[in-house]
T-cell receptor, first 118, second 108 residues
């Protein structure tokens, strides 16, 4: 059974703090993703990675960075947290698609981290 | 036009009812389509993939209409446990784009 874990369920940080969100998957998946979910907007892709040390920007990368030093771990970093980054953050992983990287297989999500920036 | 659009609902239906959701997408080149289910305060989970010929999984039927660029999900004989948010998901090149979701509430 695929398991994706996230370091915290709830996090409260102050404006300007550096924030690290960790995600670990145990199924040897090549692809990993970070999304944020806000009411009425759905899930929006922040960054994704299809291999160790590889990263690609998603739709809303501004204010975020990522790190993937090991295959099972994908970290999201908020360099200087702001109140508009208050959100639910979801990590996901998947196998690569048939075209060798295209993301067409099921994504498995972690339980999410609800981040509040005050 | 949004990449993936869904009616947010909520759809309030009695147990046993049949309910259908539609979803439209803007990229005519998309090849893969999915429905995910998200329970309250939980993570999304894959409900079913959507194939060109349409597919059925028990009480759930998914249809794809490429000409009109929409996907549908039909739920027959609704159960209380079907209450959730249903996310329409469309592949756009190297990423999946999620709709904002349709809320379903099944009441006894």
């Amino acid at each position: 059974d695929v398991k994706v874990t996230q370091s915290s369920r709830y996090l409260v940080k102050r404006t300007g703090e550096k924030v690290f969100l960790e995600c670990v998957q145990d199924m040897d998946h090549e692809n990993m993703f970070w999304y944020r979910q806000d009411p009425g907007l759905g899930l929006r892709l922040i960054y994704f990675s299809y291999d160790v040390k590889m990263k690609e920007k998603g739709d809303i990368p501004e204010g975020y960075s990522v790190s993937r030093e090991k295959k099972e771990r994908f970290s999201l970093i908020l360099e200087s947290a702001s109140t508009n980054q208050t959100s639910m953050y979801l990590c996901a992983s998947s196998l690569p698609g048939l075209a060798g990287g295209l993301i067409t297989y099921e994504q498995y999500f972690g339980p999410g981290t609800r981040l509040t920036v005050t | 036009r949004k990449e993936v659009e869904q009616d947010p609902g909520p759809f309030n239906v009695p147990e046993g009812a049949t309910v259908a959701f539609n979803c439209t997408y803007s990229n005519s080149a998309s090849q893969s389509f999915f429905w995910y289910r998200q329970d309250c305060r939980k993570e999304p989970k894959l409900l079913m993939s959507v194939y060109s010929s349409g597919n059925e999984d028990g009480r759930f039927t998914a249809q794809l209409n490429r000409a009109s660029q929409y996907i549908s999900l039909l739920i027959r004989d609704s159960k209380l446990s079907d209450s959730a948010t249903y996310l329409c998901v469309v592949e756009y090149g190297n990423k999946l784009v999620f709709g904002a979701g349709t809320i379903l509430r099944v009441k006894s």
